[in-house]
């Protein structure tokens, strides 16, 4: 499996595919990392793509991560779950537009490529796929910081059917609020509309949001639980992230991306 000039990795969580893998494929033994791919650090120093099939349960994870490393991921290209790849790619004014396309086209030119269908699959999915294609933009956005443009997109978000004036009220004086802009939803402003609105934010030193945290968070959840084969018994008293504590440990999909540095 040798590829002239190319440097590639690939990751897998699953010990039994890894296992397969290093048998079937010999040449992989020392390519593998055998690690989640949001726990994982940065395979290369120099510039790098990502290309996989990304687990659906855990794929806008794995964009926000990329996020982290987006000075050195220049290209990303993979299969997601129809919604997420619509989503990743969509413009304002759509109804599937979010924290996810904002953040993402802030930093990546977005193309929806093409359709999987479930057909394609053996034993075929109850959900289609997408494939969508992210190249760095060459431009840099302007905003007053990665944290100002994070927390406006997250909160304007978070009460997306009201007026940003009602939706980011905590982050803006009063005079500032009086403007037009603020009369919109945040599904209907550009991502270039966010960024000139972080210049005018006054933000609490208290808050803070980068989309990792809440994984990280969760994952000191998990700590607090014991699996075992009679199921998940949870010793905490926050019963209301027992349901999403055990959607996340579902990790049976396959997670095994090729990260390509290209010399």
Known sequence: MGIADINFKAVEL????????????????????????????????????VIGNFPYNISTQILFKVLEWKDDVPCIIGMFQKEVAERAASKEGSKVYGVLSVLMQAYYEIEYLFD?????????????????????KTTALHYKSDRAFWVLVK?????????MRNAVKSLFSAEELQDDIFLKRAEALSVEDFAALTFRMQIPNRISFRPIVL?????????????????????????????????????????????????
């Open 155 to 163: 909160t304007a978000f978070n009460q997306r059917r009201k007026t």
């Open 116 to 136: 999987v269908g479930n057909e394609c699959f053996d034993p075929p999915p109850k959900v289609q796929s997408g494939v969508i294609r992210m190249k760095r």
């Open 14 to 49: 699953d010990e039994e595919k890894v296992v397969y893998l290093s048998k079937k494929y010999p040449v992989l033994a020392d390519k593998l990392i055998h690690q989640s791919f949001l726990d994982m650090d940065k395979p290369f120093d120099e510039p790098f793509t």
């Open 215 to 263: 994984w990280r968070k969760f994952k000191a959840f998990v700590r607090l639980a014991l699996v075992n084969a009679g199921g998940l018994t949870i010793k905490s008293s926050q019963k209301k992230d027992v349901h999403l504590c055990k959607r996340l440990l579902k990790v049976h999909q396959i997670l095994f991306f090729f990260l390509f540095n290209i010399h």
